[in-house]
């Protein structure tokens, strides 16, 4: 079983930047997507940054430009460098990861605020 946490998550003001952390403990064989997603209050879970099959990367239209996914095998650890923030970003961030098989595991989320 996997386990991932996250971890960065903050308070800031427009324009600022955030570092989040997501890392993977346990069996992380047979992974073959992994990044983030974030929810809005009152919205959908939405994609925002993930690696897919490899080094393959998919960022959200919303955040191409500003934000930038990364990652350590060794640590077995995903980063999401989120630049030139805006308040449309305050969301609950998750990190997800998904096996070639079809299995799906969620973190608990970080919590990223955005004042105007």
């Known amino acids: 079983q996997v386990q991932l946490v996250e971890s960065g998550g903050g308070l800031v003001q427009a324009g600022g930047s955030l570092r989040l952390s997501c890392a993977a403990s346990?069996?992380?064989?047979?992974?073959?997507?992994i990044g983030w997603y974030r929810q809005a209050p009152g919205k959908q879970r939405e994609l925002v940054a993930v690696?897919?099959?490899?080094?393959?990367?998919n960022y959200a239209g919303s955040v191409k430009g500003r934000f930038t996914i990364s990652r350590d095998n060794v640590k077995n650890t995903v980063f999401l460098q989120m630049n030139s923030l805006k308040p449309e970003d305050t969301a609950v961030y998750y990190c997800?990861?998904?096996?070639?098989?079809?299995?799906?595991?969620w973190g608990k989320g970080t919590l990223v605020t955005v004042s105007s």
């Open positions: 997800k990861a998904q096996r070639f098989i079809g299995t799906i595991i």
């Open positions: 690696f897919n099959s490899g080094d393959d990367t």
């Open positions: 346990g069996s992380t064989s047979g992974i073959n997507l």
